[in-house]
T-cell receptor, first 112, second 114 residues
Framework: AQSVTQPDIHITVSEGASLELRCNYS??????LFWYVQSPGQGLQLLLK??????LVQGIKGFEAEFKRSQSSFNLRKPSVHWSDAAEYFC??????????FGKGTRLHILP | DGGITQSPKYLFRKEGQNVTLSCEQN?????MYWYRQDPGQGLRLIYY???????QKGDIAEGYSVSREKKESFPLTVTSAQKNPTAFYLC?????????????FGPGTRLTVL
């Protein structure tokens, strides 16, 4: 069965430091992968998506993610975080059939 | 502006009462979804609909019901059969049949059972 694992429930980084959020997926075919961000009490906003082609994808708000088929990973990165990046981040995979499977999320805390 | 609206933002219910959460979209999307979010659980699919007058159960449909009489609207009813209904509910929509299935989300409704 398809699944998405986000190993880190909470991550804390200092403002201005670099960030990497981990995501591993289990899916037999070429996956369609997403990262979403959710501010407290809000809906989800799409940060970026990967379908094919270049394995390094750029998203909004300065985020990027790299698809590594050999490691079944799709990690999210940002070179320098801002206090406004504090939120919950969800990795997701689409197995088709008009569905998306979400990971359980990683909550990002920013230290001033 | 196109988007998804959910109302109300906060909803309180007494035990034993049914309650209906509203979801409307003007993105002209065929597919719509309802998710439940609990702390540390991610998003779990309750129901989804790919076309008007048709819908399918998701992973946690028990205690919930939906209707899809119009393309723009996909209301969710939380019935008294739902044992633990306090949660954050998210509605989403997407273009049907897209291999990418990028979903767009509403702002959510927080339901609290008193």
């Amino acid at each position: 069965a398809q699944s998405v694992t986000q190993p880190d429930i909470h991550i804390t980084v200092s403002e201005g430091a670099s960030l990497e959020l981990r995501c591993n997926y289990s899916y037999g075919a070429t996956p369609y992968l997403f990262w979403y961000v959710q501010s407290p009490g809000q809906g989800l906003q799409l940060l970026l998506k990967y379908f094919s082609g270049d394995t390094l994808v750029q998203g909004i708000k300065g985020f990027e993610a790299e698809f590594k088929r050999s490691q079944s990973s799709f990690n999210l990165r940002k070179p320098s975080v801002h206090w406004s990046d504090a939120a919950e981040y969800f990795c997701a995979v689409s197995p088709g059939e008009d569905k998306i499977i979400f990971g359980k999320g990683t909550r990002l805390h920013i230290l001033p | 502006d196109g988007g998804i609206t959910q109302s109300p933002k906060y909803l309180f219910r007494k035990e034993g009462q049914n309650v209906t959460l509203s979801c409307e979209q003007n993105l002209n999307h065929d597919a719509m979804y309802w998710y439940r979010q609990d702390p540390g659980q991610g998003l779990r699919l309750i129901y989804y609909s790919q076309i008007v007058n048709d819908f399918q159960k998701g992973d946690i449909a028990e205690g919930y019901s939906v209707s899809r009489e119009k393309k723009e609207s996909f209301p969710l009813t939380v019935t008294s059969a739902q044992k633990n209904p306090t949660a954050f509910y998210l509605c989403a929509s997407s273009i049907r049949g897209s291999i990418y299935n990028e979903q767009f989300f509403g702002p959510g409704t927080r339901l609290t059972v008193l």
